[in-house]
């Protein structure tokens, strides 16, 4: 008789079912609110990681013309028409020579090199200034989405806290609602911001590269245009330097085969 009031003691007893879902609407509209908020930032930090890297990458390939095909010009408009029209490199090229034909307009020979350097320099700026755009998103996504996260957190305690102080007693049911939104909304703060915090470091680095590169080829430019053209660096593909590699390593070996002659 016991066992059997007990049985329908737990049959009459209110079905309380616990999840994200159950979890979220019982935050109401702060917490769905919180959530489209991160909601957003996710899918903006993957956006701009995505295109980002297409473009950087587009950038180190469009470098191998350069070393291979523009350096083999014999003129700087004759190299420009080698490389992609919309090319960061063409870009370069293109306010070069435009520098260099109003450069002679400066009196003074410290004068022209300064306007050259300085033009090179704004070129460059631009370029490093349009790869670098959206990574102050993915910075400030970052840094703020924890935060963001933990204010669904408070929100949840305290709506937790709530309900413990109406109900008279923290059963289980009372604040394992606003507990578990309050957890879910850290964990989401998390997985926002870790991402976006490792796609911010690693385009940046990415970046810094793309800037090494752009600051050797603007003072090749600039070397090749001060001497009218009789510096330049030497274009070199992978096939002539490892036969440059080979000629290289001949002289050390007869070098040590002549001193075992002697």
Do not use: C
């Amino acid at each position: 008789m016991t066992f059997e009031l007990l049985a329908a003691a737990a049959d009459a007893a209110p079905q309380t079912s616990f999840g994200f879902w159950e979890a979220m609407e019982q935050g109401g509209f702060v917490a769905w609110f919180i959530l489209s908020v991160m909601i957003i930032m996710s899918v903006g930090s993957f956006y701009i990681l995505f295109t980002k890297l297409f473009e950087q990458q587009k950038v180190m390939n469009q470098y191998k013309g350069v070393k291979n095909t523009f350096w083999r010009s014999n003129s700087l408009d004759e190299g420009a028409k080698k490389l992609d029209k919309n090319s960061a490199w063409r870009q370069l090229v293109d306010d070069a020579v435009k520098a260099r034909d109003s450069h002679h307009k400066m009196g003074d020979s410290l004068e022209a090199h300064d306007w050259l350097h300085g033009s090179l320099d704004r070129s460059e700026a631009t370029i490093n200034a349009k790869l670098a755009g959206g990574l102050p998103f993915l910075a400030t996504v970052g840094a703020t989405a924890p935060f963001v996260g933990l204010l669904g957190t408070v929100i949840g305690i305290y709506r937790a806290l709530i309900n413990i102080g109406a109900a008279g007693s923290a059963s289980i049911d009372k604040v394992a609602g606003p507990v578990g939104e309050a957890l879910i909304m850290t964990a989401i703060g998390l997985l926002v911001a870790v991402p976006a915090v490792f796609a911010y470091n690693w385009l940046q680095s990415r970046n810094r590269r793309i800037a090494e590169l752009m600051s050797g080829f603007t003072t090749d430019l600039l070397a090749n245009i001060s001497s009218d053209g009789k510096i330049r660096p030497a274009a070199m593909t992978a096939t002539s330097t490892q036969q440059a590699g080979k000629v290289a390593a001949k002289p050390a070996t007869g070098t040590a085969t002549g001193a075992v002659k002697k």
